[in-house]
């Protein structure tokens, strides 16, 4: 019974929420706080929250939880099922057609095409990363900062997840914020 | 073994990329071009347009669709695992003391200076796809194409999914 709403529930999250998974996390309130009363909404407020300390994608690690809360292991791996295969299979399934056709030379017009798209939509999610950062620093740290990341990554060539495992772990040691100039 | 290459080249991505989902593009970019050559740029914008226009979480859909290019279904099976399990497994056992730690401002600090990374990658992104646009299609139909996305998604906000199909009927009449 308590499966057969958690697939319902988590279904209607993946086919609904358009604009990846942060997007959809107001769905999973309706489903989970409003629908099905698994929790209250501080509960949800507190996963959301330590979702967003840990790396990783945000929905899957609030749908995962919260339905480890409700049903264990079996509750995750349905919630995650209901949430990913849709969508992942319709994905599949059109690009498998799609790349069929690539011959034709309206096609490859169409493939063309959607390329200075989705640049702009990648343009405007690169923007937002700076903003979101602008909101809790300084640009007098940021710009510097930035700049000093773009040789490392880019220049240097180092593979960003070194960096990034570097960060992770300078912020754990430090005790103080960081504000204003300093690294 | 491809499916140990899959398993890495999706479990990176699933946990450096700070800010959910969307985050990890660039690092997925990273991989399935630039470490493995899977795809080029050019095919790896269609899958991110295509999954731009479906619902449902981004990373998720891009796993499924390049793990079955690169290995099948059993690959499809490897990305979307790679991608998702360490991040809700840590999650699950680690809730407890999450919890203690949700509030102090090492966790602000570590966001803060992740963003900017995220940024840089995306913005190389953005850039190679420039580049590419510009040699496919040549300037004119690229800078038109940028000016009316950028219009219709910042300024007059129309759905993504539209803006996309806009996008591809234009292609598909237009560039030769």
Known sequence: ??????????????????GGGPSSIPLVKIEVVDKYKWMSNEEFQDVLAIANVLPGPIITKVAGYICYQIKGWLGVANAMVAMILPTAVIMT????LFTGFKDLAWVQGMSAGVVPVVLVMLAILTIE??????AVTTWAFLI?????ML??????????????AI????????????????? | MIYMEIFLAFLIPGIIGYGGGPASIPLVEREVVDTYGWMTTGEFAEVLALGNSLPGPILTKMGAYIGYEAGGVLGSIVAVTASVLPSLVVMILLAALLYKLKGTNKFSTLTTLIRPVIAILMGVIVVDFLFNSLEVSGGFHTIFLIVIAFILLQIVKIHPAFVIMIGLIYGALFIR
């Open chain 1, 1 to 18: 019974m308590m499966h057969w709403q958690i697939f319902k529930a988590f279904f209607r999250v993946g086919m609904l929420g358009f």
């Open chain 1, 93 to 96: 399934i059109l690009l498998a």
């Open chain 1, 129 to 134: 990363f700076l903003q979101s950062a602008k």
């Open chain 1, 144 to 148: 510097p900062f930035t700049i000093g």
């Open chain 1, 151 to 164: 040789i490392i990554l880019e220049v240097l060539n180092i593979h960003p997840a070194i960096v990034i």
């Open chain 1, 167 to 183: 960060i992770i772990v300078i912020s754990l040691l430090r005790k103080y914020k960081v504000r204003g100039g300093s690294t």
